[in-house]
């Protein structure tokens, strides 16, 4: 069965429940990659504990001029005590996007988001630099290398239907239908 895209992950799913550090029938992820990086958390022996949008960090929000909430993916704590605050995105997010010929609704959204985000990560790097955290954005490339992204070959087989052409059924000769005649 596939997994949403968005949703709350079960605590009964988890191997480790002790582990998170929160309100655990609350643990929503908003991608699936978020969900393959909390099982990770939960199933790694290396992490002590761990959390999802249990911590917030104030910014000054860019467009809308006033103070807002941030709350990072996951803060993780190690056996070595190391504390990461992480925030999980697409590659394409975590720069600013190229200006075009034309400037469309699509790139001034883009835009928007970037300078958001930004905002987000100065505050939440600054936080983390007063209190001994370490700040840290995954990308596909991160996930990749914790294993965490399935690649084309390791796709469940059950989901092949997904990717395989969809047929085009042949059109029917269609009887042609006599024109209505014209009042004159």
């Not at 997994?3 to 709350?8: D, E, F, I, Q, S």
């Not at 991608?31 to 990770?40: K, N, P, V």
């Not at 505050?123 to 084309?152: D, M, P, R, V, Y």
């Amino acid at each position: 069965m596939a997994t949403p895209h968005k949703g709350t992950l079960n605590p009964n799913k988890l191997e480790n429940p002790q582990k998170y550090q929160g309100d655990i029938t609350k643990i929503v992820y908003r991608s699936s990659w978020e969900r393959e990086a909390f099982l990770w958390c939960d199933r790694n022996p290396f992490v002590k504990f761990w959390a999802s949008e249990e911590l917030f960090i104030p910014y000054e929000h860019p467009i809308h001029n006033r103070k807002a909430r941030y709350f990072p993916d996951l803060w993780i704590e190690m056996t070595d005590g190391t504390q990461r605050v992480i925030e999980i995105k697409p590659s394409s997010q975590t720069v600013k996007p190229e200006t075009p010929k034309r400037k469309t609704q699509k790139y001034i959204n883009e835009v928007a988001t970037w300078v958001v985000n930004s905002e987000k990560w100065k505050a939440a790097q600054h936080l983390c630099e007063k209190n001994n955290l370490k700040f840290e954005i995954w990308t596909e490339k991160e996930l990749s290398e914790l294993g965490l992204l399935k690649t084309q070959t390791e796709k469940d087989p059950r989901e092949l239907h997904k990717t395989r052409p969809k047929m085009i059924p042949i059109a029917k000769k269609r009887t042609p239908r006599p024109r209505p005649k014209r009042k004159s």
